[in-house]
Structure formats: structure tokens, C-alpha cells
């Protein structure tokens, strides 16, 4: 019985896919927007399927906002959030919300910082008030005792997932050789060690002034909610925090990748080989056929790579390929990790000839079909959450300015055609990539070599 619930939601889904496309029903998350004069926008979308509630704070603001040599902010104020705040000292945030059968966490991405909470529908008023209080009387209690604990724990995170990770240094290698220096995904997430110890309090402090304001970020409530009493509470918990100043956003120049080679040597028993391309940006012309073709290559057990690399000629453990397209700009990567006793030249002849394969014929009807089948079943299946249309609706807001725009992002899959994946593939995958070797130490020979264009 454990297994029949995800199954059930993937056949509703499924059949709600079809419904849709055959009733031309349109796909709605209705929301209510409201902006207070500090810049403050709050989205609600009331959904009263079971008693409970969703806050998803989004701060536009992300790695990407960062600058040379001051990397690692805005994942540091990740954990410095949940410190305290004037009026709910640390760490009583967490206990209030636990005593109230809630729950909360966050995540920082190239682009945007979010927080949320998720618990009982009566708990709304509580986590709001806790939201307004860290967003407007959080700097005043930040000291160097607090910089300094999250700083450590930060630190400790990178070794954990980086330095001591199997595999975790190609985080520190592979942006900066996909992307132009400077670029803002030129460099990791969790920020460098030596940028991390270099922070000053000041420092914290002016990218708090400069990203944590009202200006800078948008609420989602959604659950089981009254819109006029959210809004009614929403005004009066946030309306006095004033302003931050206006903010430049980054902007990327064109560029273009040169075939580039990497080998490290790492504590790992399996040799892994990573191919990255320069892609495109989120909701570009590309993205939904380039999403569509990393499923062709590797979204499945029939998918092109993983029947030819794991299955066929079982020469690979594992396969996989993925569209990572963000805010600023995107690349697209194909990762293997060969079977004990073959080298990563072995699977990058096999995965050069399926990429070509691809770009000279296109994916076959079946493949199309089963790749919007199953991106379509994904998309509608997370609907049934309040917490991922939370996010979806906060998503879509900073992207596109449009909370509801889920029918939007369906259609540019269902409009995809398999010219235009052959396209896709032949314009960005066949280009100039990086090749990155993770070998283990002492085995530089099963390293990719120079790449042969045929």
C-alpha cells in the first residue's frame, strides 16, 4: 500500500494531462496580488483542500548578485536568518513554529534566497509576524558572534559538500570554466573559503541593507486562507518597514565556449566524466526543447544514453542529462560514471555518437511523446501540493511579473516539435563544451582526452 499513492498521483495526473490538451481547459492558479508602498508584494491563493498553509518568502537575490570576491553571501544569510530577530531572540523562531505544528526551512540559488513555512492554517498569523520581524528588526541584533557562528557552519557545510564530498570539487571547477570570468554563475553557490573568512560584519550587514528589503522580495500565502484577512494582516505587520535602496541587476554579455579539458584526481573509486555546453536562459525560445532533449538522452530507463552507456553495452553505472537553465543564462550537462575497468573515453565516444544521432534525426514520435508525457505528469502532479504552488506562483512572479502563469510554462512543452529539439540539439549541443574527468588518485590515464569532431 506504501507504493499506491505515488503511482494513483501519477495516473491522475496523466489523465488530467490529457483531459486538458483534449478539453482545452485552461490551467488556472488564481491568486490575489497586493503591493504595499514599500515595494512589498504579496500573492495569496486560497486553496481550502485540507486546513493548512504555506508562506514562501522569496528575496531577489542569489549568488548571481554577488561580486568577486564577496561570494558566499547570500547563502551565509541563509543560515544567519534563523538567528534571531529584535522581538523573537534565537532561537525562538524555530520553537515558536515547532509549538504550532509547523515547520520551515530555505535554499539560496544563483538568483533568489527563499524561506517558508508550512503547518497549520490557525499558524499563519504567527509565521507572518515572524517574517515582518526578521525582515524589518533582524539587523539591529546582528553581531559578530552571530557572523562568525554561521560563518564556521557554513565553512563546515563546504567541506562536508564540496572539499570532502566524492565528486564535490567539480562545483568549484566546472562553472568557472563553462563561464567567462566575472559571469554571475562563474562561481559557486556556498562562495570560496577565502571569501567567506574575508567577510566583515560591515560587510554582512550592507548586503543585508542592499537585498533584505521590502523592494527586493515578494510573499506567497497559499492554503487554506480568507485573502481580505491576509491582506488585512499583511498590511499591518509589514507596511512600516521601509524601503532599500534601488538595485542594479548584473547583465551577461554574449560569450562562447572553447572545447576545454579538466582532469581531477579525487578519493573515488569510479571515474566520472561531465560534458557541459553553454545553453540558454529560463523561458528562452530553447529552453522547453532543450528540457525536452535531456529526457530523450537520459530521462529514462528507455532514454538514448542510459539504454546505450548502463544497459547495451554496460560500460556506465549511471547516466543522466539536464537542462539547467536560470534567470541570467543556463548551460546543459551529461553525466556519466563508468562501470569498473573502462575508461571515460569509452563513454564519451558513445555518448558523441548519440548526441550526433540525435542532432542528425531528431527524437522519434514515441520519444516526444513519452518526454511531454512525463514533463506534463511531473508538472500537474506537483499542483497537488500548496507548498509547490507556493513557490511555482513566487517563481513565475520574478520571471515573468505573472504569479499564474503555469498555463504559460505547459503550453511551450506542448508547442515543442521534434524539429525543434533537432535544432536545439545541433545548435548548442555540438558546439564548443567543457569535458571534466573525476578520476581516482594515481589514474590520470582513464581521464577524457582531447575531443575528436566528427
Request: charged share 20%; net charge neutral.
Amino acid at each position: 500500500m506504501q507504493h499506491a499513492r505515488p503511482l494513483l498521483a501519477l495516473g491522475l495526473a496523466l489523465t488530467l494531462a490529457g483531459a486538458l490538451g483534449a478539453q482545452g481547459t485552461p490551467l488556472r492558479v488564481p491568486v490575489v496580488v497586493d503591493t504595499l508602498p514599500n515595494g512589498l508584494t504579496l500573492i495569496i491563493h486560497e486553496d481550502r483542500t485540507v486546513p493548512v498553509v504555506t508562506t514562501n518568502v522569496w528575496y531577489h537575490v542569489g549568488s548571481g548578485d554577488e561580486k568577486p570576491g564577496r561570494t558566499g553571501f547570500a547563502h551565509l544569510f541563509e543560515h544567519l536568518m534563523f538567528m534571531g530577530s529584535k522581538n523573537a531572540p534565537y532561537p525562538q523562531f524555530d520553537r515558536l513554529l515547532e509549538a504550532a505544528g509547523a515547520n520551515n526551512n530555505g535554499s539560496t540559488n544563483g538568483d533568489r534566497t527563499n524561506y517558508y513555512e508550512s503547518g497549520p492554517a490557525s499558524a499563519l498569523p504567527l509565521m507572518l509576524w515572524l517574517e515582518a520581524d526578521r525582515l524589518g528588526w533582524m539587523l539591529e541584533t546582528m553581531d559578530v558572534a552571530k557572523v562568525d557562528l554561521q560563518r564556521d557552519v557554513v565553512k563546515n557545510e563546504r567541506r562536508q559538500g564540496v572539499e570532502n564530498q566524492p565528486y564535490g570539487l567539480v562545483e568549484d571547477h566546472l562553472a568557472p570554466a563553462l563561464y567567462p570570468a566575472g559571469h554571475p554563475y562563474s562561481w559557486s553557490t556556498i562562495g570560496s573559503m577565502a571569501d567567506l573568512s574575508a567577510a566583515s560584519l560591515e560587510d554582512v550587514k550592507n548586503f543585508f541593507r542592499m537585498y533584505y528589503a521590502p523592494n527586493n522580495a515578494s510573499i506567497v500565502v497559499a492554503g487554506a486562507v480568507n485573502p481580505d484577512s491576509v491582506r488585512r494582516a499583511f498590511r499591518e505587520m509589514f507596511a512600516g518597514i521601509p524601503r532599500g535602496p534601488a538595485i542594479t541587476r548584473p547583465s551577461v554579455a554574449p560569450f562562447t565556449v572553447r572545447d576545454t579539458l579538466i582532469t581531477l584526481e579525487d578519493r573515488v573509486q569510479l571515474p566520472r566524466l561531465y560534458l557541459a555546453w553553454h545553453g540558454v536562459k529560463e523561458y528562452s525560445a530553447d529552453d522547453a526543447a532543450l528540457d525536452i532533449a535531456a529526457y530523450v538522452l537520459a530521462g529514462a530507463r528507455n532514454s538514448r544514453l542510459t539504454q546505450a552507456l548502463v544497459y547495451d553495452r554496460e560500460i556506465a553505472t549511471s547516466a543522466s542529462a539536464f537542462n539547467s537553465s536560470q534567470r541570467l543564462d543556463g548551460d546543459f550537462q551529461i553525466v556519466a560514471t563508468a562501470r569498473p575497468g573502462f575508461a571515460l573515453d569509452t563513454l564519451k565516444a558513445v555518448i558523441d555518437a548519440e548526441v550526433r544521432r540525435l542532432a542528425a534525426g531528431g527524437p522519434t514520435a514515441r520519444e516526444l511523446g513519452q518526454a511531454m508525457n512525463s514533463i506534463e505528469a511531473q508538472f500537474l502532479n506537483r499542483l497537488e501540493f500548496s507548498a509547490a504552488k507556493a513557490d511555482r506562483l513566487n517563481a513565475y512572479y520574478y520571471a515573468t511579473g505573472t504569479p499564474d502563469w503555469f498555463q504559460q510554462d505547459l503550453e511551450r512543452y506542448r508547442k515543442v516539435t521534434a524539429a525543434d529539439v533537432q535544432r536545439a540539439v545541433r545548435k548548442y549541443l555540438i558546439a564548443g563544451r567543457v569535458t571534466l574527468s573525476v578520476v581516482p588518485q594515481g589514474k590520470k590515464e582513464l581521464a577524457a582526452t582531447v575531443r575528436v569532431v566528427q
